[in-house]
């Protein structure tokens, strides 16, 4: 039923990977976002997993807490991200080099 | 992305970036795959048979004594502080989303909101008369 902790450390490995790849290749603020999105969930499947290998509840609960600051952390994203096409008409993260216009 | 207009709009792999920095994330990934799979883990613990999983998230998250309870409890630490503290950085966080989307020129700006269903706009061209 369990597969072992190996496993699990590359699979959110993968995920977490699959996301720097992104942040490294892309332009689109909207799909940093979701690369770092992807970041925050490879932890989490990590935290997940952990809890069944030591039979304890806590690695779970505080993946729920993870869940929860990401969604906090995409409500300011995207604020930045409409005030970045309010002032640029772009979300082009490699437009906005300066912090005035 | 296609450039032929008769091909429609569905959804396309993006092929136009540069890989070169994507490298760097693969040979991450290959170094953490091998560090992984060569570490030895050994037999997981597991979760107690026949307890709720969900009960006991319940019990860790508001700090409940699961002595307290009937029936099997998978142990956890208490989390009734990081609760509150996650429900006020969420709180901080849609404050900071609703002042960051707002705009600068709020009342009266062609792009603001019609929250009067366009009664204002409609007696500015009609001049007020039905």
């Not at chain 1, 959110?12 to 942040?23: K, P």
């Not at chain 1, 690369?35 to 997940?48: D, H, K, R, T």
């Not at chain 2, 026949?50 to 009960?55: D, F, L, Q």
């Not at chain 2, 709180?91 to 929250?115: M, N, Q, Y």
């Amino acid at each position: 039923m369990f597969a072992p902790p190996e496993a699990y450390l590359v699979l959110s490995a993968a995920v977490f990977c699959i996301g720097v790849f992104g942040l490294l290749t892309r332009k689109n603020a909207l799909l940093f976002l979701m690369s770092v999105e992807l970041m925050l969930n490879a932890a989490n499947i990590n935290l997940v997993a952990f809890s069944f290998y030591w039979g304890n509840v806590t690695g779970q609960t505080f993946s729920l807490f993870t869940m929860a600051l990401a969604a906090a952390e995409v409500a300011i994203g995207i604020g930045i991200i409409l005030v970045l096409y309010r002032n640029f008409k772009d979300i082009d993260v490699t437009e906005a080099t300066t912090m005035r216009w | 992305m296609s450039d032929d207009p008769n091909d429609g709009s569905r959804p396309r792999l993006k092929r136009d970036f540069n890989p070169v920095p994507g490298l760097a994330a693969v040979a991450l990934f290959a170094v953490l795959a091998l560090v992984f799979l060569q570490a030895s883990f050994g037999e997981a613990q597991g979760f107690e048979q026949g307890a709720s999983i969900t009960a006991s998230i319940g019990y860790a998250m508001f700090n409940i004594d699961a002595g307290a309870i009937s029936g099997a409890v998978v142990s956890g630490e208490g989390f009734v502080v990081a609760f509150v503290l996650i429900a006020v950085a969420l709180d901080v966080a849609i404050d900071g989303a609703v002042f960051l989307a707002k705009s600068e020129d709020e009342e009266g700006g062609i792009g603001a909101v019609l929250t009067d269903g366009g009664r204002e706009i409609r007696e500015k061209l009609r001049g007020g008369d039905d």
